[in-house]
C-alpha cells in the first residue's frame, strides 16, 4: 500500500499514522528523531525496499524508533 494524497508531507502523514497505530498497541507516542540527511536516506530506502516486498529495512527502521521511545520514557 503507498500513502501519497500529498506532493509533500507524506513522510510527516506517515509518522502521524505511525504514532496513532503505536498509541493503539498501547505505545507511547513514537519519538522520531529528525529525519534529515543520513536518516531520511535510510528511511527512502526501506520505502523503497517495501515497494520490492522486502519489509526487513522498514523492521529496523521501526525497531530503532521503537527502543529509543522506550529509552525515553524509562520503559526498557
Known sequence: ????????????????LAVLMGLQAGLPALYFEDF????QRQCFAAVQAGLDRNSEPMTKLFTAVIERTLQIHGEQ
Open 36 to 39: 534529515s540527511g543520513r536518516r
Open 1 to 16: 500500500m503507498l500513502i501519497h494524497p500529498f506532493r509533500e508531507g507524506n513522510g510527516r502523514v506517515a509518522r502521524i
